[in-house]
Structure formats: C-alpha cells, structure tokens
C-alpha cells in the first residue's frame, strides 16, 4: 500500500523562508507528510523529476529526510540527491539543483532558530534555478494543505543515508553525495585560492564560529584544509542536532563568543559566524564589528577584486528594510540598485533575468548569482579576497567606506513573543494613521513621507502587498516596522532604524547614541513600550 488517508492540518503556512514550526508539531503523525504531499501536489506531482534532499543537521532531520524519500518513491520520482547523513547547507542545496540540473530540492531547516526535541523544526520547497519557491507556489502549497485527503508514501525499510553512493528505493535512485565537495569547488572557481593561501601563511589568523551547525564541515574542508588556516580556526564546528544548545543565529547577541574574543585583547585578524543552515554571515574585524548592510555596501564597492566579478556587477539588490549603504555605492558604479520585500525568494527573478549580480538583507544575509540562496560562507571569503587584495584589515576598510561614502547607521531592534493580538493591532493602528503622520514634527523630526511597502516585481509584474511600514523622516532619517515572517511562538516585532551621516565629522559614533532621536521619534509615534510594556528589546543588532 503506497497511498494514505489522511485529513487538513491547520496553518500550513509557508513564512518569509519555508513552513517553521515547533519540532513536536512537525513530529505529529502525518504532519510532514501532508505538507511534502501538498508541496509535491502543488508544482504538478513529481513523477519522473529529480530533486535534491538535505538539512542543517538539527534534530528529527534524518526521520523527515526518510519520510520524504520514501514519499518521493511512491510519488514517482526518478531520483533524489541526498547530501550524506541527509546534511546539506542552504546554498550548497542551492548549488546541487543548479549544477545538476535537478527539478528542485527540500531543505529540511528552520535556519536561525534553536533546534532541538522542544525547539524548532523546518522545510523549505526550492525551484529548478535553485532558490526559494516564490510567492504563487508557496500560496499554491498552503491552499494545497487546506484540501490534502491522502498521501502517497513506499512502506520500505529505511535507506541508508550514510553512505555515499547510488541505491534503488522501488523505481527511484538515491544517490547519496558528499555534502561540501562540490561547493567547496564552486568556491574555488569564485575566489583566488591562491591569494588566500598566502594571506594565512604569513601569518594572517582567524576565528570562524560555526555554532554546531552545518558550516561547520564546509569551514573546515575550504579554511583549513584547502586554505591553510591553522588548525582550530574553526570552532563550534561539529553539527549536533540542538546545535549544542547553541542558538545559531550570527548576531551580536547569540555569537556572544566569537565577539568577546574579536573585542578582546588577544582578537585574531579575522572573525566570522554562521547560522543554522549556512546561509547567514557576521563578519568582525579586531575590535570592529561591520552592520550587514555595510558589508553588502563594502562587498559591492571591492567585488571587482574578486576573479569571480571582475568583469564588475549586473546590477545589485537589497531588501527594503536594508539601509540604503549599498545604494550610494550603485549610484557612484553607475549600477542599478534594486529594493525588494523582506526574503531571498524576491532576488531570484531579479538574478535569473540577469539584472543583478549581488544581493543582500541586513539580517546578515549576503550572496550572489553564483546561487540562488544567500551564502554565509561565500560572504566570508569575500571578505577574505578583499582584505588579501587590499592588503588592508576591516578597520581600515570600513574607515576607508565612509569616509567615501559616508555612513548610514542602522540598527535592527527585536521585540520577541508579543501576544498576535497586541503585535496586530499596534501595527493595525499605526496602518490608520500613517497617511495622516506626513508634516507632523516627533521629538523634533518631521516625517517626509510615510507608506506601506509594496512590490511589484519588475520581471514578472507580480505584487506583494503589506511588506512593512516606511515612515520617512526629513534629512534621510527613517524607521521601518513589521512582523516577522520565521518566528514559530508568538509574534516578533522588527523595528529597523536608519540615519545617514555625509562626514567628514561624525563618521564614528555608536550607533545607538547615533540613532537615539529615532528610537524616540518611534516610541512617540508607534508607543511599542507604552503599548506592550517592553522597555527595551530582546534583541539588538
Ligand atoms: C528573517 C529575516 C529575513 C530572512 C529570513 C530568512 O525573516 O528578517 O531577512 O530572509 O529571516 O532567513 P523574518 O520574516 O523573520 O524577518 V534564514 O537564514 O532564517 O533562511
Ligand atoms: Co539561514
């Protein structure tokens, strides 16, 4: 028997990134199923496809990757691609469907969130160009979820995962490969391996924190072994399935580690982090920490310094809630700079049509067409690639950035697990009064203008409606509020603050002090204390 009765669940909803939820959700029986089903019902059945399979490594990754295999045998798939020990980072995901050509790929991660029997589990449903389903599949998938009467799935023995090679499972292959190698080549095509090898055998030392998630091979295999970097660079570099309880998130808050050490006395040249599926990136110099939306501005200012963009960039791309550092550096290259929702599923049109090659989020995201996913690694070998050529540290460069370009200082404040009904109405509230804030003065600042953001996307004509609310103040100050689309436990709150500096004088304040009329400017417009009773935020990037 291959097919089985089942009935809806509730709120299948894929967010900004694929369906998040508690693991114990996910694990209720059926509960996977109906959702692979309804995503496989959703692009047309998967009959004769091929498609990639691989996660972060966290908890009840291996069961659902079972699941799934199975699933696809019965569904009549030809082949699926499994990374070894069902382990694949989000952009080597991204690079397998790419470079083999598959249909599309699941990737089994709930990214930054913590993993674990308590904590939180995810799937994600990838396209044939290799990056997130936009957003009339994932509608599809969730309508799908709400109609879904039966399942297919092979009642077989589970497969092995561990070992790579090729196994038949009913009419389908399973092709297990090593989950780095041919990302870690890909990466030697992009970058001068050669430069890079030379930095760290003079001497130049560093510290990547893998946070027991699945960078950690993929770091090891390009730092140490094919790099030179010494042995221990990487640290936190074994994937457990509750990331050691770590809370694999690169940010100042969580990566509390790697910044103590990058602050401190004994700081190596070099500090980087990544997040739970390898996606995400925090770069740090000694005693330097660089805002993701200055890394994107400095990665697009230098990326003709790198082989794989020496011929200089299509265009660039940054999500809405992205300060605009990047846009000055687009405007003095003479290239387009694109603004998009919140979500890498946005930057793949833009990519696929050949009109960026650069894009990135200040949720320290950053990647280029070289996939279709945001590469936390790739980040930090740009990084790498532009201090070898420069022959210059992150201090000097980021002093170098402004003092070109100015500063825009930003900052992310987070309000987690409000009650829905209190986030909702706050926001609800704010939506009434928006039009009417135009010319008002708050604690001295008098908005310019003031909208809800909505996209409508230039390839294909496809809008996105309610992506975040912009209030705009006079002198290029700004404020941005919405929700998150990734949290699995009540609502999270995203409050984005932006205020540029020309220079040449105050160039290098702390950013908080820098941003202070904002956060009050905000407090008297949105009341997010007054409201919730938060007298600051959980957490402040
Ligand atoms: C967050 C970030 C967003 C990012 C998304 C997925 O979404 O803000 O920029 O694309 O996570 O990243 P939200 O809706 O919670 O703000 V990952 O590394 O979790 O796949
Ligand atoms: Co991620």
Redesign the pocket.
Known sequence: MTTFPTRPFDGQKP????LRKKTPVFMQLNYLENFVQATFDAIGGVAGKVLVLGGDGRYFGAEAAQVIVKMAAANGAARVIVGQGAWLS?PAASNLIRTRGADGGIIL?????PGGPEEDFGV?YNMANGGPAPEAVTEAIFARTKEITAFHKLEAPDVNLEAIGESALGGMVVEVVDPVEAYADMMEEIFDFKALRGLFHEGFTMRMDSMCAITGPYAVEIFENRLGAAKGTVVHEQPLPDFGGMHPDPNPTWAHELMAEMMGDAAPDFGAAS???G??NMIVGRGVYVSPSDSLAVIAANAHLVPGYAGGLKGVAR?M?TSAAVDRVAAALGIDCYETP???KFFGNLMDAGRVSLCG?????TGSDHVRE?DGLWAVLMWLNIIAARGQGVGEIMADHFARFGRNYYSRHDYEALPVDEANAMLGDLRDRLEGLKGKSFQGLVVESSDEFCYTDPVDGSVSAHQGFRILFEGGSRVVL??????TEGA?L?VYLERYVAGPEGLDEDPQAALAPIIRATEEIVGIAARTGREEPNVIT
Not at 361 to 365: A, K, L, R, T, V
Not at 482 to 487: D, E, I, K, P, V
């Open positions: 967010g900004t990134s694929g989000t991660s709930a990214s930054h969130n994600k997040d739970g599926d996606d995400r999500s809630p919140t979500g890498w989020e200040e949720s320290f995201g945001k919405r929700l998150s689309g990734t949290g999270t995203r």
